[in-house]
């Protein structure tokens, strides 16, 4: 199951929808993706389902604007190489949120969020985004959660490639286990393994990030629309 959260045309708040041949379909039985996880992979096979054939409204993706699939309570606890962080939650953004003036420089892969079936229920995409000092400014989640079963089959977890570019040049790539230990090795809702850092980047770089399965966005340096 691929889902997303994004800001409704007709209520304007924040709305779960399911993705379904490229179209958003608003989720009729709950906006509270947590709450979803949470209650297992039997009610969300249930709701994905009537998403798709009882939508409160359908959207063409490229026409949503997408938020975080869901902002955790607690700190996202964050894997570089040998470096460990845990990132305050009021970091989240989604890929439509824009990224913040001063990015010089991103660290991208996986995410892995807990529920019902265990700390790697789903996952998405998170991008790190750093100053010049290499601080962080913004952690990016989506645009899609995908749940575990999309990208876990008969023979195992594939692993999950990930690729930036800049201008159509290729600034960073890395590849991520879905499998990995790290996922399972501590406490929070939302776990993240960076397995890409991007070459130094420059104000207004018009930056795409792409991750097969779980979707990818562009983005330029320093908007925030």
Do not use: K, N
């Amino acid at each position: 199951m691929d889902w997303v959260t994004y800001l409704s045309p007709s209520g304007g708040g924040a709305r779960l929808g399911a993705l379904e041949d490229g179209d958003v379909h608003g989720c009729p039985v709950t906006d509270d993706l947590a709450a979803l996880l949470d209650a297992g992979s039997e009610a969300m096979a249930e709701a994905h389902a009537r998403a798709v054939d009882q939508p409160v409204e359908i959207i063409f993706e490229p026409e949503a604007r997408l938020c975080a699939p869901l902002v955790p309570a607690d700190p996202v606890a964050t894997r570089f190489g040998d470096t460990v962080t845990a990132l305050a939650s009021d970091l989240v953004r989604g890929v439509d949120d824009g990224v913040a003036t001063g990015v010089r420089g991103a660290r991208i892969g996986l995410a892995a969020v807990a529920g019902a079936e265990g700390p790697a229920t789903a996952y998405t995409m998170a991008c790190l985004w750093l100053d010049a000092r290499g601080e962080p400014l913004q952690l990016t989640l989506g645009p899609d959660l995908v749940t575990r079963d999309e990208l876990v089959d008969a023979d195992g977890a594939r692993v999950q490639e990930f690729s930036a570019f800049v201008d159509g040049r290729r600034v960073g790539y890395g590849a991520a286990e879905p499998g990995d230990a790290w996922f399972a090795a501590g406490p929070g809702r939302v776990r993240a393994l960076l397995c890409l850092e991007t070459e130094p980047l420059e104000p207004d770089d018009e930056v795409e990030v792409r991750a097969g399965t779980l979707g990818g966005f562009e983005v330029r340096l320093g908007s925030l629309v």
